[in-house]
């Protein structure tokens, strides 16, 4: 494997897998939900270094690909606006949305391709920028993310406030990563025995959140870093948890975070956002998983600003939880996208009969083969 072919620290990494075989006793099925530590478990082939006992399950980490659909359709029409310049992440453009409207191209891209003014931007901030030199043009950022992006979100709407940059207008679809974790976990039928958390959420919100969860459930849930490493560490740590019956929130990942996370950004937020319930993508409608914008924010919502709020677009009705009842399961045929399974854990992207061969990176079916940090990416470039 390229693990110990390429990885610097190999011999390390060898000893944590040989000491997590040492303490295996029975199988454990433990989710990650970050798609930076899917992409490390998948290119280093950290799971083939583990006993078979252990079930590494892919979840929700990737913040593009949770996206629901329907905001996209949103996003796409928005575009197509004469008046409008959309700005957004550049792995959002080629994600599909529902294709609900009519005659609407099924992703930001085509809609560039039509003559949409959509430009790629690496902060909400050069949105702003771009919203201060084209006054006769509404500037619209398309904000995705975890709670990492957010505050930052939270600064450019604090700074068109401040500057009464009155052409600027943000589609808000930042979602939370606790309640997915706990919708996953009240699913009947739920695999999920322990979690790796991600390591650059709890650097912006901390992990308070986390130990009712681990208390509820009975699972563990160890805050994990990104690197190889940093993932044999978070999985010994989760499986040496299970092995003796705790379910404790651990840091892995102190390097980078603290209890409390990072509370200058946790304010901003704060002071911008509230908490709503959000459609995700393969997961259907979540409780209080969002943010929206305060009301003394509202004038700077795109979707109330274009009359978007009351939009007969329907989410991701495919979105909910399954089970594993057989008795309401079916078997895809060519051509299907089974996204929503591999967003929830439930499949890995091998089990799609579409995988690598109607759907690839050039022609995606679905939002995971399309993010740098979906799943189906993942296994597309590294083990296909």
């Not at 957010?150 to 207008?169: E, G, H, K, L, S």
């Amino acid at each position: 494997m390229k693990f110990v072919d390429e990885y610097r620290d190999r011999d390390l990494a060898q000893k944590y897998a040989a000491a997590i075989h040492e303490i295996v006793t029975q199988p454990w099925s433990i989710m990650e939900i970050c798609g930076g530590q899917t992409h490390a478990i998948v290119k280093y082939g950290i799971d083939t270094l583990l006993p078979p006992q252990i079930n590494l399950i892919h979840g929700p980490g990737c913040p593009v690909c949770v996206t629901d659909g329907a905001m996209i359709d949103r996003a796409i029409a928005l575009a197509l606006r004469p008046e409008v310049i959309l700005c957004s992440f550049g792995d959002m453009l080629r994600v599909p949305g529902l294709r609900q409207i009519p005659d609407q191209p099924a992703d930001l891209l085509s809609a560039k391709a039509l003559g949409a003014d959509v430009r790629t931007v690496y902060s909400p901030l050069d949105a702003l920028q771009i919203a201060a030199a084209n006054p006769d043009q509404i500037v619209i950022f398309f904000g995705v993310g975890f709670e990492t992006t957010a505050p930052a979100t939270a600064m450019t709407v604090y700074q068109a406030d401040q500057r009464q940059i009155t052409n600027f207008a943000l589609l808000a679809s930042h979602v939370l990563v606790p309640p997915a974790m706990e919708l996953i976990l009240a699913a009947p039928h739920c695999q999920v025995q322990g979690f790796l958390a991600a390591g650059h959420v709890c650097t912006v919100m901390g992990y308070g959140e986390y130990p009712p969860i681990a208390s509820r459930y009975g699972v563990p849930i160890v805050v994990t870093g990104f690197e190889p490493i940093d993932v044999l560490q978070g999985i010994y740590l989760c499986v040496q948890q299970l092995e003796s019956g705790q379910a404790q929130v651990v840091n892995q990942y102190a390097r980078s975070v603290r209890s409390e996370g990072n509370l200058t950004a946790q304010n901003l937020v704060q002071r911008v956002f509230e908490v709503t319930d959000q459609y995700w993508r393969g997961l259907g409608l979540i409780p209080r998983s969002g943010l929206g914008l305060r009301a003394e924010y509202q004038r700077f919502d795109a979707m109330q600003r274009f009359g978007l709020a009351n939009a007969c677009l329907e989410p991701n009705l495919q979105a909910e939880i399954v089970t594993n009842d057989s008795s309401t399961s079916s078997e895809p045929v060519e051509g299907d996208c089974i996204s929503g399974l591999i967003l929830q854990g439930v499949a890995k992207p091998p089990s799609c009969p579409s995988f690598g061969r109607v759907c690839n990176p050039e022609n995606p079916l679905g939002a995971p083969m399309v993010s740098s940090e979906g799943a189906c990416a993942a296994y597309y470039r590294y083990r296909r």
